[in-house]
């Protein structure tokens, strides 16, 4: 589709100037760089940028938007990952950063577009069953899996109030931090619940136990160790 060649062309020019501000950052140093993968990942870098160089005025385009802004406030630190000494996840969900990276899953457009679409989806099942069977005699349970930032949630949660009354929404993440920020931000609904989830793990605690009518994950599925048991414990859940 159109808007789809738009995204992509956005992300390639985003790409592009990020490699660009990588290797001017990292300048006459780059000869210290040493690791094969660090090597291999320097090179690529150059190559992109001098095959598409061309690319770097289109980032304009873009505006002050959530990506050009996350490289303009970690632009300066691209060299403590190359080396090893700063983990990327450290560098991207930093209390500086986390914010920024959250506006990346939520507060624009193309994250918005779909995450409307997964709450409308689950609006409209929601509503069916609901016509069809009148008041449910057990709550109608949702799980999100790696709910991380809370752009997805946010979008369902706002549109799941309605239906509050009969359903029990599930916020999972890997991690305790992001669990503990969500149940500040999420807690004013009385329907949500807040667990710990590793999915590249088999499934433990009363999650475990339980079984959910529908599950949802946005960018998530993609990070896991290992997609097989990732699947499997969805499947389970």
Sequence with gaps: SAASDVYK???????VAFADRILKTVGNASAAITGRNAKLLYNELREAVEADGDMLDAITETGDDCYTR??????????????????????????????????????????????????????????????????????????????????????????????????????????????LHAEERFGRYDFFRFRTLNMDKPLEGDLAEMKFDYVICANVIHAVADLDLALDNLNRL
Excluded: C, W
Aim: aromatic content about 12%.
């Design 9 to 15: 062309r956005q992300i390639k020019h985003i790409s």
């Design 70 to 179: 996350l490289l303009d406030k970690i632009e300066g630190t691209y060299t403590d990952v190359l080396y090893g000494r700063t983990a990327a996840t450290e560098l991207l969900f930093s209390k500086d950063t986390k914010q920024l990276v959250a506006d990346i899953y939520g507060n624009n457009d193309m994250a918005d577009y779909y995450n409307t679409i997964i709450t409308r989806a689950l609006q409209y099942k929601l509503l069916t069953y609901l016509r069809s069977v009148g008041k449910p005699d057990k709550k109608i349970r949702i799980l999100e899996a790696g709910a991380g930032t809370g752009g997805t949630t946010r979008s369902v949660a706002e549109g799941l109030e309605p239906f509050s009354d009969f359903i029990e929404y599930y916020y999972t993440d890997i991690s305790k931090s992001f669990v």
